[in-house]
Protein backbone atom coordinates (compact mmCIF):
# COMPACT_ATOMS: atom_id res chain seq x y z
CA UNK A 1 0.00 0.00 0.00
CA UNK A 2 1.31 3.21 -0.85
CA UNK A 3 2.15 5.62 1.85
CA UNK A 4 1.02 9.56 1.33
CA UNK A 5 3.68 11.63 3.82
CA UNK A 6 2.93 15.24 4.64
CA UNK A 7 5.72 17.44 7.05
CA UNK A 8 6.19 21.07 7.34
CA UNK A 9 9.47 22.40 9.14
CA UNK A 10 8.56 24.62 11.82
CA UNK A 11 11.14 26.11 15.01
CA UNK A 12 12.58 23.26 17.22
CA UNK A 13 14.54 22.33 20.35
CA UNK A 14 17.82 20.39 19.71
CA UNK A 15 20.71 22.53 17.67
CA UNK A 16 21.98 20.10 14.80
CA UNK A 17 23.80 20.16 11.40
CA UNK A 18 26.68 22.78 11.66
CA UNK A 19 29.09 22.35 8.69
CA UNK A 20 30.63 23.92 5.21
CA UNK A 21 29.23 22.75 1.95
CA UNK A 22 31.50 22.83 -0.77
CA UNK A 23 30.96 25.23 -3.34
CA UNK A 24 28.98 23.95 -5.88
CA UNK A 25 28.99 26.10 -9.45
CA UNK A 26 26.98 28.97 -9.65
CA UNK A 27 24.10 27.82 -6.97
CA UNK A 28 26.04 29.64 -4.07
CA UNK A 29 29.31 30.42 -2.94
CA UNK A 30 29.27 29.17 0.57
CA UNK A 31 27.34 27.98 2.86
CA UNK A 32 27.30 27.69 6.96
CA UNK A 33 24.70 26.49 8.40
CA UNK A 34 23.25 26.20 12.36
CA UNK A 35 19.56 24.88 12.49
CA UNK A 36 17.30 23.22 15.08
CA UNK A 37 14.82 20.66 15.42
CA UNK A 38 12.80 19.42 17.60
CA UNK A 39 13.09 15.78 19.53
CA UNK A 40 12.96 12.43 17.70
CA UNK A 41 9.93 11.52 19.59
CA UNK A 42 7.88 14.25 17.18
CA UNK A 43 8.78 11.98 14.49
CA UNK A 44 6.38 8.87 15.69
CA UNK A 45 3.75 9.75 13.20
CA UNK A 46 5.71 10.57 9.56
CA UNK A 47 2.56 12.06 7.80
CA UNK A 48 2.27 14.99 10.41
CA UNK A 49 5.24 16.55 11.68
CA UNK A 50 6.74 20.03 12.20
CA UNK A 51 9.94 21.89 11.48
CA UNK A 52 11.14 25.23 10.53
CA UNK A 53 15.36 26.59 10.26
CA UNK A 54 16.37 28.35 12.87
CA UNK A 55 19.77 30.05 12.48
CA UNK A 56 21.67 29.91 8.94
CA UNK A 57 24.26 31.90 7.54
CA UNK A 58 23.94 31.46 3.67
CA UNK A 59 24.61 32.89 0.34
CA UNK A 60 22.59 31.36 -2.06
CA UNK A 61 22.78 32.70 -5.89
CA UNK A 62 18.79 33.59 -6.00
CA UNK A 63 16.67 34.64 -3.36
CA UNK A 64 12.98 34.32 -2.93
CA UNK A 65 11.27 37.47 -1.96
CA UNK A 66 8.02 36.45 -0.86
CA UNK A 67 5.24 39.56 -1.23
CA UNK A 68 8.21 41.95 -2.18
CA UNK A 69 9.66 41.13 0.99
CA UNK A 70 13.28 38.41 1.62
CA UNK A 71 12.92 35.46 3.18
CA UNK A 72 15.50 35.44 6.43
CA UNK A 73 16.73 32.08 6.81
CA UNK A 74 14.99 32.08 10.28
CA UNK A 75 11.69 32.22 8.88
CA UNK A 76 12.00 29.34 6.13
CA UNK A 77 8.96 26.80 6.19
CA UNK A 78 8.70 24.66 3.60
CA UNK A 79 5.76 21.97 3.18
CA UNK A 80 6.45 18.63 1.71
CA UNK A 81 4.01 16.04 0.52
CA UNK A 82 5.53 12.19 -0.69
CA UNK A 83 2.56 10.12 -3.29
CA UNK A 84 5.63 8.13 -5.09
CA UNK A 85 4.25 4.95 -3.80
CA UNK A 86 7.30 3.78 -3.54
CA UNK A 87 6.68 2.20 -0.14
CA UNK A 88 4.38 0.18 1.85
CA UNK A 89 2.42 2.35 4.21
CA UNK A 90 -0.70 2.46 6.69
CA UNK A 91 -2.36 4.70 4.14
CA UNK A 92 -4.22 1.87 2.16
CA UNK A 93 -3.68 -0.89 4.30
CA UNK A 94 -5.98 -3.31 2.63
CA UNK A 95 -4.36 -2.65 -0.85
CA UNK A 96 -1.18 -5.38 0.22
CA UNK A 97 -3.30 -7.79 1.68
CA UNK A 98 -5.55 -7.99 -1.53
CA UNK A 99 -2.53 -7.69 -4.16
CA UNK A 100 0.72 -8.68 -2.22
CA UNK A 101 1.78 -5.27 -3.82
CA UNK A 102 0.73 -1.51 -4.59
CA UNK A 103 -2.35 -1.42 -6.53
CA UNK A 104 -1.69 1.99 -8.76
CA UNK A 105 -5.03 2.60 -9.47
CA UNK A 106 -6.26 2.25 -6.04
CA UNK A 107 -3.22 3.44 -4.57
CA UNK A 108 -3.90 7.13 -6.43
CA UNK A 109 -7.81 6.66 -5.63
CA UNK A 110 -6.49 6.59 -1.84
CA UNK A 111 -4.38 9.42 -2.14
CA UNK A 112 -6.81 11.67 -3.69
CA UNK A 113 -9.14 10.96 -1.18
CA UNK A 114 -7.41 11.43 1.86
CA UNK A 115 -4.84 14.42 0.94
CA UNK A 116 -6.54 17.68 1.30
CA UNK A 117 -7.55 16.11 4.91
CA UNK A 118 -3.91 15.18 5.92
CA UNK A 119 -2.34 18.54 3.99
CA UNK A 120 -4.88 20.44 6.31
CA UNK A 121 -4.52 18.61 9.66
CA UNK A 122 -0.86 18.80 9.27
CA UNK A 123 -1.20 22.75 9.24
CA UNK A 124 -3.62 22.21 11.66
CA UNK A 125 -1.16 20.41 14.11
CA UNK A 126 2.11 23.10 13.13
CA UNK A 127 -0.45 26.23 13.83
CA UNK A 128 0.37 27.58 11.13
CA UNK A 129 -1.31 28.36 7.56
CA UNK A 130 -0.70 28.13 4.20
CA UNK A 131 0.15 31.78 4.55
CA UNK A 132 3.10 31.17 6.31
CA UNK A 133 5.05 28.64 4.13
CA UNK A 134 8.02 30.06 2.57
CA UNK A 135 7.79 27.39 -0.50
CA UNK A 136 6.17 23.98 -1.63
CA UNK A 137 8.10 20.35 -1.86
CA UNK A 138 6.96 17.39 -3.42
CA UNK A 139 8.10 14.20 -5.02
CA UNK A 140 8.15 14.20 -8.64
CA UNK A 141 9.53 11.27 -9.01
CA UNK A 142 10.61 8.05 -9.16
CA UNK A 143 7.36 6.56 -8.50
CA UNK A 144 4.23 5.62 -9.79
CA UNK A 145 2.97 8.50 -12.19
CA UNK A 146 -0.42 8.07 -11.47
CA UNK A 147 0.33 8.59 -7.51
CA UNK A 148 2.74 11.33 -8.06
CA UNK A 149 0.27 12.90 -9.96
CA UNK A 150 -1.98 13.65 -7.30
CA UNK A 151 0.93 14.97 -4.57
CA UNK A 152 1.99 17.57 -7.58
CA UNK A 153 -1.14 18.97 -8.29
CA UNK A 154 -1.74 19.57 -4.71
CA UNK A 155 1.42 21.07 -4.41
CA UNK A 156 1.06 23.14 -7.69
CA UNK A 157 -2.34 24.11 -6.31
CA UNK A 158 -1.35 25.51 -2.90
CA UNK A 159 1.77 27.35 -4.38
CA UNK A 160 0.08 28.81 -7.16
CA UNK A 161 -2.58 30.04 -5.11
CA UNK A 162 -0.48 31.21 -2.35
CA UNK A 163 2.75 32.71 -4.87
CA UNK A 164 4.80 30.35 -3.55
CA UNK A 165 8.05 28.46 -5.08
CA UNK A 166 8.49 25.01 -5.35
CA UNK A 167 11.25 22.30 -5.36
CA UNK A 168 10.47 19.19 -7.36
CA UNK A 169 12.55 16.51 -5.06
CA UNK A 170 13.86 13.12 -5.73
CA UNK A 171 12.30 10.30 -3.70
CA UNK A 172 15.67 8.67 -3.81
CA UNK A 173 17.56 11.93 -2.51
CA UNK A 174 15.03 12.54 0.11
CA UNK A 175 15.69 9.35 1.09
CA UNK A 176 19.61 9.64 1.44
CA UNK A 177 19.31 13.42 2.66
CA UNK A 178 16.97 12.54 5.66
CA UNK A 179 20.35 11.21 7.19
CA UNK A 180 21.46 14.42 7.20
CA UNK A 181 18.38 15.56 9.39
CA UNK A 182 19.21 13.11 12.37
CA UNK A 183 22.99 12.80 12.52
CA UNK A 184 24.31 16.20 12.79
CA UNK A 185 28.15 15.17 12.27
CA UNK A 186 27.10 13.91 8.52
CA UNK A 187 29.03 15.93 5.91
CA UNK A 188 29.25 15.14 2.24
CA UNK A 189 30.97 13.26 0.49
CA UNK A 190 29.19 10.14 1.86
CA UNK A 191 28.04 6.64 0.65
CA UNK A 192 24.62 5.65 0.50
CA UNK A 193 22.76 2.34 0.19
CA UNK A 194 19.22 2.89 -0.60
CA UNK A 195 16.48 0.16 -0.27
CA UNK A 196 13.04 0.07 -0.20
CA UNK A 197 10.21 -2.12 -2.35
CA UNK A 198 11.06 -0.25 -5.55
CA UNK A 199 14.62 0.55 -5.62
CA UNK A 200 18.40 -1.00 -4.59
CA UNK A 201 20.82 1.79 -5.13
CA UNK A 202 24.13 2.67 -4.23
CA UNK A 203 25.15 6.23 -4.05
CA UNK A 204 28.69 8.32 -3.90
CA UNK A 205 26.97 11.37 -2.38
CA UNK A 206 29.18 14.34 -3.31
CA UNK A 207 26.98 17.39 -2.30
CA UNK A 208 23.04 18.65 -2.39
CA UNK A 209 21.62 17.20 -6.33
CA UNK A 210 25.53 15.99 -7.29
CA UNK A 211 25.44 12.09 -7.20
CA UNK A 212 27.46 9.29 -8.71
CA UNK A 213 25.61 5.67 -8.93
CA UNK A 214 27.89 2.81 -8.45
CA UNK A 215 24.99 0.12 -8.77
CA UNK A 216 20.92 -0.46 -8.81
CA UNK A 217 18.93 -3.25 -9.68
CA UNK A 218 18.58 -4.76 -12.64
CA UNK A 219 15.43 -6.23 -12.14
CA UNK A 220 13.66 -6.44 -8.79
CA UNK A 221 13.89 -4.98 -6.08
CA UNK A 222 15.14 -6.65 -1.96
CA UNK A 223 11.97 -5.17 -0.70
CA UNK A 224 9.68 -6.49 -3.32
CA UNK A 225 11.82 -10.17 -2.62
CA UNK A 226 10.45 -9.65 0.93
CA UNK A 227 7.18 -9.01 0.32
CA UNK A 228 6.59 -11.97 -2.49
CA UNK A 229 8.60 -14.23 -0.26
CA UNK A 230 6.32 -13.29 3.06
CA UNK A 231 3.13 -13.93 0.74
CA UNK A 232 3.95 -16.93 -0.71
CA UNK A 233 4.94 -17.95 3.55
CA UNK A 234 1.44 -17.45 4.13
CA UNK A 235 2.78 -14.61 6.33
CA UNK A 236 0.15 -11.78 7.55
CA UNK A 237 0.74 -8.55 4.93
CA UNK A 238 -1.24 -6.32 7.22
CA UNK A 239 2.10 -4.71 8.58
CA UNK A 240 3.98 -5.47 5.50
CA UNK A 241 5.91 -8.44 4.43
CA UNK A 242 9.15 -7.37 5.41
CA UNK A 243 9.01 -6.75 8.83
CA UNK A 244 6.58 -10.19 8.93
CA UNK A 245 9.57 -12.16 7.67
CA UNK A 246 12.02 -10.64 9.58
CA UNK A 247 10.23 -12.07 12.86
CA UNK A 248 9.77 -15.06 11.29
CA UNK A 249 12.62 -15.80 10.15
CA UNK A 250 14.08 -15.50 14.14
CA UNK A 251 12.62 -18.87 14.03
CA UNK A 252 14.33 -20.10 11.55
CA UNK A 253 17.76 -22.30 10.71
CA UNK A 254 19.40 -19.97 8.18
CA UNK A 255 21.06 -22.66 6.38
CA UNK A 256 18.33 -25.24 6.56
CA UNK A 257 17.66 -24.74 2.92
CA UNK A 258 20.65 -24.23 0.17
CA UNK A 259 20.66 -20.78 -2.15
CA UNK A 260 22.64 -19.16 -4.14
CA UNK A 261 23.66 -15.75 -3.78
CA UNK A 262 23.22 -13.45 -6.88
CA UNK A 263 25.45 -12.49 -9.12
CA UNK A 264 28.71 -14.27 -8.34
CA UNK A 265 29.88 -14.02 -11.17
CA UNK A 266 29.06 -9.92 -11.84
CA UNK A 267 32.21 -8.33 -10.36
CA UNK A 268 30.49 -4.88 -10.04
CA UNK A 269 27.56 -3.51 -7.82
CA UNK A 270 23.99 -4.15 -9.31
CA UNK A 271 21.59 -6.01 -7.36
CA UNK A 272 19.29 -9.09 -9.08
CA UNK A 273 16.47 -10.23 -6.52
CA UNK A 274 14.50 -12.03 -9.31
CA UNK A 275 16.85 -15.12 -9.63
CA UNK A 276 16.28 -15.58 -5.78
CA UNK A 277 12.86 -15.19 -5.85
CA UNK A 278 12.88 -18.16 -8.48
CA UNK A 279 14.71 -20.35 -5.71
CA UNK A 280 12.87 -19.38 -2.96
CA UNK A 281 9.18 -19.97 -4.84
CA UNK A 282 10.35 -23.69 -5.98
CA UNK A 283 11.77 -24.03 -2.85
CA UNK A 284 8.36 -24.02 -1.30
CA UNK A 285 6.99 -25.62 -3.78
CA UNK A 286 9.09 -28.53 -3.34
CA UNK A 287 8.01 -29.00 0.62
CA UNK A 288 4.49 -28.86 -0.18
CA UNK A 289 3.18 -25.81 1.33
CA UNK A 290 0.33 -25.16 0.68
CA UNK A 291 -0.49 -21.14 2.20
CA UNK A 292 -3.82 -20.80 0.77
CA UNK A 293 -5.44 -23.41 3.16
CA UNK A 294 -2.96 -22.93 5.83
CA UNK A 295 -1.57 -19.43 6.46
CA UNK A 296 0.81 -19.02 8.76
CA UNK A 297 -1.31 -18.62 11.84
CA UNK A 298 -3.08 -21.98 11.34
CA UNK A 299 0.28 -24.26 10.43
CA UNK A 300 1.62 -26.93 12.63
CA UNK A 301 4.70 -27.12 14.70
CA UNK A 302 6.47 -28.99 12.06
CA UNK A 303 5.27 -26.28 9.26
CA UNK A 304 5.85 -23.30 10.97
CA UNK A 305 9.42 -24.59 11.76
CA UNK A 306 9.96 -25.66 7.73
CA UNK A 307 8.63 -21.81 7.21
CA UNK A 308 10.67 -20.41 9.03
CA UNK A 309 14.00 -22.40 7.64
CA UNK A 310 13.05 -20.79 4.27
CA UNK A 311 12.58 -17.40 5.79
CA UNK A 312 16.17 -17.25 8.02
CA UNK A 313 17.31 -18.80 4.95
CA UNK A 314 16.05 -16.17 2.33
CA UNK A 315 16.57 -13.15 4.45
CA UNK A 316 20.69 -14.57 4.73
CA UNK A 317 21.28 -14.60 1.12
CA UNK A 318 19.34 -12.22 0.28
CA UNK A 319 21.02 -9.46 2.74
CA UNK A 320 24.52 -10.95 1.78
CA UNK A 321 23.90 -9.64 -1.80
CA UNK A 322 23.97 -6.05 -0.41
CA UNK A 323 26.92 -6.81 2.14
CA UNK A 324 29.27 -8.24 -1.33
CA UNK A 325 27.72 -5.04 -3.02
CA UNK A 326 28.38 -2.39 -0.43
CA UNK A 327 31.86 -4.44 0.07
CA UNK A 328 33.13 -3.37 -3.25
CA UNK A 329 30.88 -0.03 -3.36
CA UNK A 330 33.10 1.33 -1.03
CA UNK A 331 36.02 0.27 -2.45
CA UNK A 332 35.28 2.16 -5.52
CA UNK A 333 33.63 4.94 -3.47
CA UNK A 334 36.74 5.73 -2.01
CA UNK A 335 38.66 5.72 -5.19
CA UNK A 336 36.51 8.61 -5.77
CA UNK A 337 36.61 10.28 -2.61
CA UNK A 338 38.94 9.03 -0.17
CA UNK A 339 37.55 11.35 2.27
CA UNK A 340 34.37 9.33 2.85
CA UNK A 341 33.83 8.18 6.31
CA UNK A 342 30.10 7.19 7.05
CA UNK A 343 27.58 4.65 5.26
CA UNK A 344 23.96 5.89 5.48
CA UNK A 345 21.72 3.32 4.92
CA UNK A 346 18.08 3.94 4.64
CA UNK A 347 14.90 3.34 2.77
CA UNK A 348 12.01 0.98 4.20
CA UNK A 349 14.31 -2.12 4.16
CA UNK A 350 16.73 -0.56 6.44
CA UNK A 351 14.57 -0.75 8.99
CA UNK A 352 15.25 -4.78 9.28
CA UNK A 353 17.02 -5.04 11.98
CA UNK A 354 19.37 -8.06 10.89
CA UNK A 355 20.04 -5.80 7.61
CA UNK A 356 21.60 -3.52 9.77
CA UNK A 357 23.98 -5.78 12.09
CA UNK A 358 24.95 -7.52 8.96
CA UNK A 359 25.94 -4.14 7.40
CA UNK A 360 27.51 -2.66 10.42
CA UNK A 361 29.99 -5.70 10.14
CA UNK A 362 31.13 -4.65 6.57
CA UNK A 363 31.66 -0.92 7.94
CA UNK A 364 33.80 -1.83 10.53
CA UNK A 365 35.38 -3.40 8.20
CA UNK A 366 36.55 -0.30 6.33
CA UNK A 367 36.96 1.85 9.53
CA UNK A 368 33.67 3.87 8.24
CA UNK A 369 30.07 4.71 10.50
CA UNK A 370 27.30 3.40 9.80
CA UNK A 371 24.65 5.71 9.96
CA UNK A 372 20.46 5.27 9.63
CA UNK A 373 17.57 7.13 10.29
CA UNK A 374 14.90 5.89 12.83
CA UNK A 375 12.53 3.08 11.33
CA UNK A 376 10.11 5.95 11.03
CA UNK A 377 12.28 8.00 8.74
CA UNK A 378 13.33 5.19 6.64
CA UNK A 379 9.93 4.36 4.84
CA UNK A 380 8.17 6.99 2.57
CA UNK A 381 7.12 9.86 4.45
CA UNK A 382 6.80 13.52 3.82
CA UNK A 383 9.77 14.61 6.96
CA UNK A 384 12.46 13.37 4.33
CA UNK A 385 10.84 15.71 1.20
CA UNK A 386 10.27 18.88 3.46
CA UNK A 387 14.04 18.11 5.11
CA UNK A 388 15.07 17.85 0.99
CA UNK A 389 13.76 21.25 0.07
CA UNK A 390 15.33 23.00 2.81
CA UNK A 391 18.49 21.86 1.46
CA UNK A 392 18.03 22.51 -2.08
CA UNK A 393 15.99 25.99 -1.29
CA UNK A 394 18.98 27.18 0.57
CA UNK A 395 20.95 26.62 -1.88
CA UNK A 396 18.62 28.62 -4.67
CA UNK A 397 17.62 25.50 -6.65
CA UNK A 398 13.74 26.48 -6.83
CA UNK A 399 11.15 26.72 -9.38
CA UNK A 400 8.88 30.11 -9.78
CA UNK A 401 5.12 30.22 -8.69
CA UNK A 402 3.33 28.23 -11.00
CA UNK A 403 0.16 30.34 -12.05
CA UNK A 404 -2.78 30.87 -10.20
CA UNK A 405 -4.98 29.99 -13.42
CA UNK A 406 -3.19 26.35 -14.47
CA UNK A 407 -5.69 23.89 -15.51
CA UNK A 408 -6.54 21.46 -13.58
CA UNK A 409 -5.96 18.52 -16.07
CA UNK A 410 -2.11 20.68 -17.38
CA UNK A 411 0.94 19.14 -18.19
CA UNK A 412 3.10 18.05 -14.84
CA UNK A 413 6.77 17.47 -14.91
CA UNK A 414 6.40 13.64 -13.40
CA UNK A 415 9.38 11.32 -13.50
CA UNK A 416 8.11 8.02 -12.73
CA UNK A 417 11.81 6.68 -14.63
CA UNK A 418 14.23 9.19 -12.98
CA UNK A 419 17.96 8.28 -12.02
CA UNK A 420 19.49 9.71 -9.33
CA UNK A 421 23.72 10.35 -10.40
CA UNK A 422 25.57 10.07 -13.20
CA UNK A 423 26.72 6.01 -13.78
CA UNK A 424 29.91 5.06 -12.77
CA UNK A 425 31.63 3.46 -15.46
CA UNK A 426 32.45 0.72 -14.17
CA UNK A 427 29.37 0.00 -12.71
CA UNK A 428 27.34 0.31 -15.86
CA UNK A 429 24.64 -2.62 -16.79
CA UNK A 430 23.59 -4.70 -19.42
CA UNK A 431 20.14 -5.30 -18.76
CA UNK A 432 17.85 -5.00 -21.48
CA UNK A 433 15.47 -3.75 -18.89
CA UNK A 434 17.31 -0.97 -18.11
CA UNK A 435 17.57 0.03 -21.58
CA UNK A 436 14.42 -0.36 -22.86
CA UNK A 437 13.37 1.68 -19.89
CA UNK A 438 12.31 5.39 -21.08
CA UNK A 439 14.37 7.52 -18.48
CA UNK A 440 14.83 11.33 -17.51
CA UNK A 441 18.45 12.58 -17.75
CA UNK A 442 19.36 12.33 -13.98
CA UNK A 443 19.23 14.76 -11.54
CA UNK A 444 22.88 15.45 -11.56
CA UNK A 445 23.07 16.11 -14.91
CA UNK A 446 20.09 18.29 -15.07
CA UNK A 447 21.37 20.58 -11.92
CA UNK A 448 24.69 20.86 -14.13
CA UNK A 449 22.94 21.86 -17.11
CA UNK A 450 20.66 24.38 -14.90
CA UNK A 451 23.87 25.69 -13.23
CA UNK A 452 25.92 25.88 -17.00
CA UNK A 453 22.83 27.72 -17.87
CA UNK A 454 22.30 30.44 -15.64
CA UNK A 455 26.37 30.45 -14.97
Known amino acids: ?29 STKN ?3 MPSLNKLASPCLSSFRSNRSIIEPCRVWAKDGKTI ?22 DLLVQYGGVSPKMAQEAHAQVIDGVVEAALQNANLT ?3 LSAVAVTIGPGLSLCLRVGVRKARMIAGKHNLPMVGVHHME ?74 LALEGDPHAIKLSVPMQQHKDCNFSYAGLKTQVRRAIESKNIDVNNDPIVAASTKDRKLRADIAASF ?17 WAQSIEPSINCLVVSGGVASNHYVRIQLDKIVKK ?21 WTGIEHFRLGMWEPPPSVEEPEDGWLDLRPRWQLGEIFAEGRSISPSLKRARIHPSLTSSIQMSSQHNS
Open 366 to 386: HNLKLVCPPPSLCTDNGVMVA
Open 174 to 247: AHALVARLTEKELQFPFLALLISGGHNLLILAQSVGRYVQLGTTIDDAIGEAYDKTARWLGLDMRRGGGPALEE
Open 130 to 132: PFD
Open 315 to 331: QRVAVLHLEQRCDRAVE
Open 1 to 29: MATLGFAVFNRGLHPFLQGKYTPYRSWYS
Open 34 to 36: FCR
Open 72 to 93: PNDELVILGIETSCDDTGAAVA
